[in-house]
């Protein structure tokens, strides 16, 4: 089984008996994006990102429930339109659920819409009440949980995606933080050694910091996967 098809079976999206003929015509990653913007146009960097976690079919195929799909993840009334169409309806959901949306950086703009792309942020309400009050760190711990993260049937690209947003948020700082200061920040911290038990969120709480300082001082990429003896700087 090639690479290709590994991935289309991994994503879910296909059946067992298209996978095979579907993988070979499955653009992913850069070539998705250079493809669909060979058919409408430069894409926003919100509308890249998108294309470059759903790939791009060019024709019509079934997924693995039975659902018509085609082009960037579209099915239903959403095969009829462009990809442009589909990406705009769904930031909008984005910016209709999320606060000052475009007040935002980019960077987490485009997780916030990628996340309404799937339908995740329109099931996330804890996640969308939390980020609207401020809040990003605990807003990015709820996003991770939920059942389909904790899943070990959900394919590790999909929860890539979750974490890539859950990230977006802990890391998100409105008045910012200059080099200078956070390499005075660093030299002044100690290490702490996780036990059992720990959490991202306890280690914050018991240092008085956020979840977001902690996140962003040790570079965690997974903040449900501490591991027992691990270093975090506080």
Do not use: C, W
């Not at 984005?94 to 996340?115: F, G, S, T």
């Not at 980020?131 to 690209?157: I, Q, R, W």
């Amino acid at each position: 089984m090639g690479l290709l098809e590994k991935l289309a079976k991994m994503a879910g999206v296909l059946s067992d008996d298209n996978a095979k003929e579907e993988a070979a015509k499955m653009l992913h990653g850069q070539k998705a994006v250079d493809k669909v913007e060979e058919l409408e146009g430069e894409l926003t960097p919100v509308q890249r990102r998108i294309v470059e976690l759903e790939g791009y079919v060019p024709t019509e195929y079934e997924d693995t429930k039975g659902i018509v799909t085609k082009g960037v993840g579209q099915t239903g009334n959403y095969m009829d339109m462009s990809f442009k169409e589909v990406a705009e309806i769904h930031e909008d959901v984005a910016r209709n659920l999320i606060n000052d949306y475009d007040e935002l950086p980019v960077e987490l703009q485009a997780e916030l819409a990628q996340l309404a792309y799937r339908g995740d942020l329109q099931q996330s309400n804890q996640t969308v009440a939390l980020f609207n009050k401020g809040k990003y760190e605990e807003a990015s711990v709820e996003l991770l949980n939920n059942k389909e993260f904790k899943s070990e049937d959900t394919p590790e690209h999909i929860k890539q995606r979750l974490r890539d947003a859950s990230r977006a948020m802990a890391m998100y700082e409105p008045e910012g933080i200059s080099v200078a200061l956070r390499e005075d920040k660093l030299n002044s911290m100690s290490e702490y050694v996780v036990q059992k038990g720990d959490t991202v969120y306890s280690i914050a709480r018991k240092f008085d910091k956020t979840v977001a300082e902690v996140v962003d001082d040790n570079k965690i990429k997974d903040v449900t996967n501490l591991q027992i003896g691990q270093k975090i700087l506080v």
